[in-house]
Structures are given as C-alpha cells and as structure tokens.
C-alpha cells in the first residue's frame, strides 16, 4: 500500500509535465533555478567542512530549525501546501491508517520541495566529513530532521484544513503574507545588523535550540563530532520522539478530518444592498466599472496588489535612509502610475471564464474596456498623486513638481489605453478566481512573459514626449519643460487612452470569442 | 425544512404570476425583428426562433460537432438529449456566439448570430455549463449587473431582481456572496442573470444539474409559463424522462451529429424516449460480464 502511494505520487509528479511544452519550459526554468540555490547550498555546507566546528554547529542547527519553521508557517500562509494526495481523497478506500501515514509521509519526498529539503539536509553529512561517529550523526539527523519537517507540515496543514478552506481565511492570509515579502530587503538588512551586532550570542541561541524538537535532530552530527556522546543520545531520543509525537497528532486530526470534511462559507444573508451598482452610472459601462470597483476590494488577486503600492514609499524611503538622498523618492510617482495602470493588462485573464456573461449579453468592447479602465483609474488616480506630490515635502525639490505631475498622470493615461489593448488580445497566465495571488498560474507563462516585455517597450515609446520634458529639465535646469509637461503629458495621456479604449475594444468585438476560447483553456 | 419551503412556493402559482409580468417586454421586438429579415436567406422557416445551419467544429483531430443542423421553431420548448461527449454542448456555444464555428451559422428569429453578433445576443438569454461567474459579487449583485450590461433601464432591473430571486428560491442568500453559493444555488443564480432582460429564446444547458427537486419544479413552472405566453426554450438534458415530460421537441445528438428530431411523440414513436434514445445511439450493450460482481 505504502509503495501504492509512493508510486501515485511519481506519476502525479510526472503528469504534471505532460501538459504542454511551454508550460514544461516553464517549469524546466523553474527546476533549474531550484538546483542552482540546491547546489550553492550544499556548496556552503561543504565548505563549512574546513570551518570551526562552533560555527558549523551553529550554522547547521540554526538553518536546519528555521526549515522546519518554514515547512509549518510557509503552506498555511501562502496556501500552497501540496495537496496532490489529499487524504479527504482517500476516505472512501479504507486503508490502514498506519500504512497510509507512512505512504503519504514518505510521498512529501517525492515532489520540489520535499527532495530539495532531503538533499539539503544529506549535505550537512559533508559539513561533518570529520570522523566516523560525526558522519553517522550527520547521517541521521539528516533523515530525522527532513522527514520532522514533513511530517510537521502534515499536521499543520490537516490541523488548519478546517480553517484554509474558509474563504474569508484564504483571502485574507493570502493578501497579508504580501506584505513581508515586499519588505524582504528591509527585513534582511535589519537581521544582517542585528545578528552582526549579536554574533557571540548565536552559538548560546544554536545551543538552546539543540535541545528543542526544532534543532534536536540537525545538533547531532556536530556533537558526536565534539564527543559529547551523551548530549547527542538524549537529542536522539528528542528528536525521534518528536517525530513519533507529531505522527500521533497527525493520526488523530486525520481521523477527525476524514470524516468531518471542511465546511466553508458564510450564513445566508438577505438582500437589498446593490453597493456600488446603485452609486455608478446604470449604464453597461458604468456596470463594468461597479464590478471592476467591488473586485479590486475583495478578490484576493486585486486587493493584493493594492496592499503592496502603500508598501512603494516604505521601500524608498528606506532605502533612501541607507544612501543618504532621497533622490529616488522623486520616481515614486511615476512608477506607482505605471504599475498599476500595468494591472489591468490581466483583467480579462482574471475573469477567467466569468467573461462568458459578457460575451453573451452582447457587451460592446468599448463599454468593456471604458468600464474596466475607469474603476482602475477611480483607485488610482488619487493615490499616484499623493505619491507624485508627497515625496516633494521629504526632498523639497517643488520645482520639479509641474513636470513630474504630468508625466505621473500622462504615464497614469497611456499605461491604461495600453493596457485596454493587450488585455483585449492577449490571455495572460493569472492565478485562477479563489486561487492565493500566490500560486503558480497555469497555462503558457512564455507568452505572458513576452506580451508583458514588448508591452513595456511599447509604453516606453509612447512616454518619449514626457520623458524627453523630463530630461530637458534635468540638464537645462529652467522649469519651462515642466509646464510643458504639465500640459502635454496629460493631454497626450487622455488621447491614448481614448485610442487604447478604441482600439481595444473593437478588438475584443472582434475577437470576443477567440479570447473566451483561450480563457476556457485555463479553468 | 423542505416541507416549509415547499408550503409558500407550490410548483406552479407563483411562477405563473410573475411570468405575465416578464411577457409584455418579450412579445413587442416582434416587429422590430420582422423589419430587418436576412434579406432573402429565410428559406422557409420563418417561424424559426432558432435556425442551427451545418454547425461544424473541430478541435485538433478530434471532430467535436459534423454539420448539425436544427429547426427551433418559436415557442416550443426543445430539449436536446445525447451521451456524454455528444457535441451539446459546442453545439449551444456556437448557437449562443460564444464558440466561433468553423462552418455554418445560427439564426436567432432571423438575426445572424455570427454576422450581427450584438443585436442576436439582445435576443437570447444563454445560460452556459461549465462557466465561471463573476462569483464575488452577491447573489442580487450579479443579476443586477447581468441586467445592467444588457443596457436595460436601473429602475426595471431593480424592479425585476427581487421578483425573480423569489421565484428561485434564493432571496434568503440574496445577500451572500455567489462563491458561497451551494452548486445548485449557483445553477439557479446563472438561470436569473439569463432570465433578466425577458429575452425571446432562452439557451439553457444543462439546467437542471444539481438543483433540488423543488427548485427543478419551479424552475419548470417558469420555463413552462414562459413558452406558454409564446418564448422559446432550448435545453440540453441527460435525464430523459425529464424531456420526455417537458419538452415538446427533441433533438437526439450523438458524435456530433442529429441522429433524429422533431416533436417529442414524433421522435418516440411510440416507445419511451429512453428506450429509443438508446436504440438510435447504440452502446445500450446488455452487461454481460461483470459476473464478479455477482459473487461478492
């Protein structure tokens, strides 16, 4: 039976590259960057072979308890826990569930991030080439230590199963998790001072952390190595009950869950509230924007792109703090109009196959596109001129402030007529409705990358009028290039942005069908 | 807690009251369709509410419809009945403008779907399987919107929502959002943002998959009022019995062609529909076999 599971899961993993050849291209690209991090560590840890063994203990003890964090915190965050051998889908097959917890612990290897995790942890059995007894600790913390970090992510994801499936959970852990990803660079510059502020006390934390179920399995190869042969015996015993104590949890919540399957939804609630289709115009393009409007505050995929813009400032000013000029702070403007004017080059993507109901109510492409592009523009207008005018008070440059107004909104302008256009012709690989922003989207990720590389040269070329204003003032010094831009960048904005809207639309009337049959492909 | 929703809602009376309500905006198009005819093209089937014309469509190799065509005539309620795989389903999507064929067309009372896309959609109300919704808007929200993008007037649509809703048995959940909804909830909700503009032929697929037998009964009342007061209804069904008592014509698809249509009587001919579903299709093959399951 186990060897069932184990097989299931092979074929499972290699299915999944048969789909088609850009998605294997994709997913070969994917591979190949998870290899090289995968070679580059293992490098490390064999290097570490010439270190001071404090330090090697240190090192290996602290990354190997901050894997087995991750594989706890990092699926029930990101919704990304690996659900190919559900157990749900297993109730109806009555296995033992003796076999089938070892089945489905022994299959989290098979997959990316399970062998990856293995190998990685095979290679502190290189940091600890010392002597024969370091090498069979090594060894079986290496083992021990991987296979808590499965198990571990197990009973966590089948504990919180109940709670993932809630919708409201879903979205809203999914938007938050954003948040210290983008500030990422921050975040590890703070630890890099803190820990180059604080490296005697690493070793006593490494040796704290040896002694908890997190660090007990990855500390044995380096006390054997030290001879403390009795430390190492009880962190065997540590880390081998841990594993027997997670397997026995997992054994009960599975067997709860097996027959309590995940409720999700909300209590009905009466109607009479039309929100933003009783505020906006009752017109086919003001419904499309009432829409549009109500998606980018609760879809996930929307609404996540939203808590990342407030994130731009923070980022700059951070890193302006570091430099010590905030010079940079001046583009903020721009770039905040042109990413999110660059959102909704995916709209129709998003819509997925929802789009049928526009394509069988008969909606004008113009009025598709109007609508889409004025929802987009009524969140972001206001919010790239705060940025556009905010940075000013930190730097003081006000004479900049004319010329970087219009080429903020005529970016604003020209990004949205662009983006009417592509989203009207091109099927851009998005993660599915109800899917974390996070996920992998299916479908052809090579052609996404394309359209989104020669849409950019395209905007770049529309923006020379303004850009070029910008530059005649950066080297001229004279603010007369910024009244200009005031003026022009604007004005040319808003006629692109008609022409886009046009354009755009008489394509999608034109190949309103074509594009729901792309959309169908991806469901 | 079916038997109390089942007290206010008996199959009929209610559907039957609100359909009066629906009709006055179906009928009056009639002359306005009738000034624009597709030239001289109308060959002897005037009263068409649906033409299918040698429909055909390939995906890859695989031939998914073989030049179907189909005479819908103005109210009737038509059921089409195949196997799994038969081509219903691409056949209503390139009849409703939402696959492009790669020959034939479709008319809708007269109005090429593929050559005037937009005013044959005004005419239609299609209610595809196997399609998303734009399910983070409330119940009432999507068929407001579903209204609205049809260009019809707020006032009207608002007017209508409530009613409609009421009918399906959904105003409970009316303020919940569709992502939420039960399969069945969602089938009925998708069945409203068809319904709302009162169109003249009603495409419906698949629409009785997964509702509850008190909802199917009322959404039969509906559809039944409304053929009576002169719409046109095309269903795509598996359940024979359910056309077979519904219907007043059928059309029998498998492997992507017509193996026989007409009115209902005409088609059995005496037999079940089931029965003679199974004789036309074939692969009705007696199990023999299967002795092992005999033998526990």
């Known amino acids: ?523 | 807690m079916t038997e109390s929703r089942h007290e206010p809602t008996p199959t009929s009376a209610p559907p039957q009251a609100s359909a009066p309500q629906q009709q006055p905006a179906a009928p009056p198009p009639q002359p306005g369709a009738a000034a624009s005819p597709p030239g001289g093209s109308s060959a002897g089937a005037p009263l068409a509410a649906l033409s299918i014309r040698g429909l055909a469509k390939r995906f890859g190799d695989k031939i998914a419809v073989d030049g179907v065509s189909l005479e819908v005539p103005a109210g009737s309620f038509y059921g089409m009945v195949g196997p799994n795989g038969a081509g219903k389903t691409t056949t209503l999507s390139m009849a409703t403008g939402l696959l492009r064929p790669d020959f034939g067309t479709a008319l809708i009372h007269g109005v090429d779907v593929w050559a005037r896309p937009l005013e044959a959609k005004k005419l239609m109300g299609v209610l595809p399987d196997g399609v998303r919704l734009f399910d983070r808007l409330t119940g009432e929200q999507l068929v407001t919107y579903s209204g609205l993008l049809r260009g019809m007037d707020r006032e009207v649509v608002g007017s209508r929502v409530p009613e409609l809703l009421a009918a399906l048995d959904l105003e409970a959940d009316a303020g919940s959002l569709v992502v939420d909804y039960s399969a069945g909830m969602t089938k009925k909700i998708a069945l409203a943002s068809a319904l709302i503009h009162a169109p003249r032929l009603l495409v419906l697929d698949e629409p009785f998959e997964s509702v509850d037998p008190v909802s199917a009964a009322n959404i039969r009342g509906i559809l039944e009022g409304y053929v009576s007061s002169g719409g046109t209804v095309i269903v795509s069904s598996h359940v024979m019995d359910l056309v077979q008592r519904m219907c007043s014509h059928v059309a029998v698809v498998a492997g992507g062609r017509v193996l026989a249509a007409g009115p209902v009587d005409e088609v059995r001919n005496g037999s079940t529909l089931e029965e003679r579903f199974v004789q036309l299709v074939g692969g009705g093959h007696r199990t023999e076999g299967l002795e092992w399951l005999r033998t526990f």
């Open chain 1, 1 to 523: 039976m186990v060897a069932h599971l184990l097989s299931l899961k092979w074929r499972l993993l290699l299915n999944g590259f048969k789909r088609s050849p850009w998605q294997l291209v994709g997913m070969a690209l994917g591979l190949l960057y998870a290899l090289g991090l995968l070679v580059l560590l293992i490098g490390g840890l064999i290097a570490l072979r010439w270190a001071d063994p404090e330090i090697a203990h240190t090192v290996v003890v602290l990354g190997g308890a901050a894997t087995v964090l991750g594989w706890a915190i990092i699926p029930l965050v990101a919704s990304a826990a690996d659900m190919t051998l559900d157990p749900a889908r297993f109730t109806t097959f009555a296995i033992p569930p003796k076999q089938l917890l070892t089945g489905l612990a022994l299959a989290g290897f098979i997959g990316i991030p399970g062998l990856a995790t293995l190998i990685a942890a095979l290679g502190t059995v290189g940091t600890w080439w010392r002597n024969v007894p370091a090498v069979a600790g090594a060894l079986l913390g290496a083992v021990l230590g991987a296979l808590t970090c499965i198990v571990l992510s197990k009973v966590v994801t089948t504990a919180t199963a109940g709670l993932a499936a809630s919708r409201r959970f879903k979205d809203v852990s999914s938007i938050i998790v954003f948040i210290p990803l983008v500030l990422l660079g921050p975040i590890m510059l703070g630890v890099v001072d803190g820990v180059r502020g604080s490296a005697d006390y690493l070793p006593v934390l490494a040796r704290t952390v040896s002694w908890t179920p997190l660090g007990a399995a990855w500390s044995l190869g380096g006390d054997l190595d030290s001879g403390s042969v009795s430390a190492a015996g009880l962190k065997l015993l540590i880390s081998v009950a841990t594993i027997a104590g997670l397997l026995l949890c997992w054994h009960v919540l599975l067997k709860r869950a097996l027959v309590t399957p995940p409720y999700s939804g909300g209590s009905a609630r009466k109607g009479g509230k039309l929100g933003l289709f009783g505020l906006l115009p009752g017109t086919p393009a003001g419904a499309v924007a009432a829409r549009a409007l109500i998606y980018w505050l609760k879809d996930p995929r929307y609404a996540a792109s939203l808590v990342i813009v407030p994130l731009f400032p923070v980022l700059f000013f951070f890193s302006g703090s570091q430099s010590g000029g905030y010079g940079l702070l001046m583009i903020l403007g721009p770039l905040t109009a042109f990413v999110m004017a660059w959102s909704i080059c995916a709209d129709v993507s998003y819509d997925n196959t929802a789009f049928a109901l526009h394509l069988a109510a008969g909606v004008r492409g113009v009025d598709d596109r109007l609508g889409r592009a004025l929802a987009c523009l009524a969140i972001s207008l206001p919010i790239v001129l705060v940025f556009t005018v905010g940075p000013l008070f930190v730097t003081g440059d006000w004479q900049w402030l004319p010329n970087l107004l219009g080429l903020s909104i005529g970016t604003l302008f020209t990004g949205l007529g662009l983006s009417s256009v592509i989203s009207a012709r091109y099927n851009i690989a998005v993660p599915l409705p109800g899917d974390s922003p996070f996920k992998k989207p299916p479908g052809n990720v090579a052609q996404t990358l394309a359209v989104q590389f020669v849409g950019m040269g395209v905007l770049a070329l529309l923006l020379v009028p303004e850009l070029a204003l910008v530059a005649v003032q950066a080297f001229s010094g004279g603010t007369q290039a910024g009244w200009i831009n005031l003026v022009a960048g604007p004005l040319l904005g808003v006629i692109l942005f008609v022409v886009g809207v046009r354009l755009g639309g008489k394509w999608l009337d034109a190949r309103g069908p074509e594009m729901f049959a792309q959309l169908s492909v991806n469901r």
